[in-house]
């Protein structure tokens, strides 16, 4: 596996100077078409995804309590909420890096935990559950790139392992993609000598080699120097708006979940408390808790 990452329950950091400042800066490349959006094979269908009745518990604490949540084809869904409210959790169970211990996960209409045997649903077997699993990639907060590793083979490692391309295949694939995410003369280098700018770079580049039809990304700058956070932004951004992609991101870039989210989904509690369009979700939520949310992060300015 490619992303295989290492557990992950770091607390999002607290400096959130000038949010909505900068993800408005003007200074995004122009998008016409977009490089980045060819070279990670736009022709890809974003797929569906749907959550029903989905409990997940570690020891006595319920993470997720019967999560009901759907994401249409192509959708760019922005989930918020506190710290330990178990939106990783959401990510890693899509990701099959946690099994649930109830309910089912569908991506693109199939089963991923589930198989159909003479119409009943049973436990789906570990071969059935990788095919449908690779239809989705996620990048991480901490990276989680292969430090033994350049930054062409992080990239080319997961379609050479997992979808079999030759060498010369993958690394065709993974040079592409370095190139459009602006690290064309950082091939040879390994993640020690990246900045955590390019180290995400990377690991996008990487999640993209294997053509997933959902992205999962999870508070991928809340690790990076403020300075460095742009550069990350703008290649999300780019993909938001230039591919077909389903993505579901983790963040607490407010003026970026407003600027590309389809729709804001607030979670706490392992729960879904309000959902809409940012325009509704920024501008006027409902809810108590949505607003005690935004005054929290955006007070953190
Ligand atoms: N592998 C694990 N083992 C035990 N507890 C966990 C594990 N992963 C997450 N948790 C707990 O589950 C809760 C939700 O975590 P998480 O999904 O990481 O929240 P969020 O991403 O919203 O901050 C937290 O209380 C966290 O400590
Ligand atoms: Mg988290």
């Known amino acids: 596996m490619p992303d295989n990452p290492e ?4 607390e999002p950091s607290n400096s959130r100077s000038a949010i909505l400042e900068r ?6 490349p122009a998008r016409t078409a977009s490089r980045l959006a060819v070279a990670a094979g736009d022709e890809l269908e974003g797929s569906g995804v749907r959550f029903s009745g989905v409990t997940k518990r570690f020891g006595d604490l319920t993470v997720l309590d019967q ?12 989930i918020i909420g506190p710290s330990g409210s178990g939106k990783t959790t959401i990510l890693r169970v899509l990701m099959t890096l946690e099994r649930p211990e109830a309910g089912t ?43 033994h590793m350049t930054a062409l083979d992080n990239v080319s490692f997961g379609p050479r392992k997992v979808l079999g391309l030759s060498k010369d295949e993958a690394n065709e694939r993974a040079a592409r993609l370095l190139e ?3 690290l064309g003369d950082k091939f040879g280098e390994h993640p020690a000598r990246l900045s955590g700018g390019q180290k995400q770079r990377v690991a996008i ?25 742009g550069e990350v932004l703008n290649v ?10 389903t993505m579901l991101l ?52």
């Open 7 to 10: 557990p992950n329950h770091d």
């Open 23 to 28: 993800s408005a800066e003007p200074d995004a």
């Open 67 to 78: 999560l009901d949540m759907e994401v249409a084809p192509g959708e760019k869904m922005v």
């Open 105 to 147: 996960v569908e991506v693109g209409g199939e089963q991923l935990y589930h198989e159909e045997r003479n119409g009943q649903l049973v436990k789906a077997s570990e071969k059935h559950v990788r095919q449908v699993r690779r239809k989705i990639s996620m990048v991480f907060q901490h990276f989680n790139l292969f430090p």
């Open 180 to 182: 459009v995410v602006g």
């Open 205 to 229: 580049a990487r999640a993209l080699a294997m053509e997933p039809e959902v992205m999962l990304f999870d508070e991928v700058t809340s690790a990076l120097d403020p300075e460095l956070v």
């Open 236 to 245: 999300l951004r780019d993909l938001a708006e230039n591919t077909t992609m």
């Open 250 to 301: 983790v963040t607490h870039e407010m003026g970026f979940a407003r600027e590309i989210g389809d729709r804001v989904v607030m979670f706490d509690g392992g729960r879904v408390v309000e959902q809409g369009p940012p325009t509704q979700i920024f501008g006027d939520p409902q809810e108590q808790r949505t607003r005690d949310f935004l005054r929290a992060v955006l007070d953190r300015e």
